[in-house]
């Protein structure tokens, strides 16, 4: 299901991601929620949802990082 805002997003999105990822996440998931609607379209047996949520933290891990606060910041 997409998200239509962060507040939908799971809750092991919003608490640990800064606002700017969450964007990133949600419109990422989102993305790859349409691209990936059928099953031939996806490898091996990930559900559409499990696909969508490892390109979304695939996304955010392009721009930002965990740091050794165990924060996320973004990259520089």
Known sequence: MPYSNR????DSVQHVLPAHAQDIYQQAFNSAWDQYKE????????S???VAHKVAWSAV???YEKGDDDKWHRKT
Do not use: I, Q
């Open 7 to 10: 507040s939908e997003l799971p």
């Open 48 to 50: 559409r949802e499990e």
């Open 39 to 46: 099953a031939e379209d996806r490898r091996g047996d990930d």
């Open 61 to 63: 891990k392009k721009e």
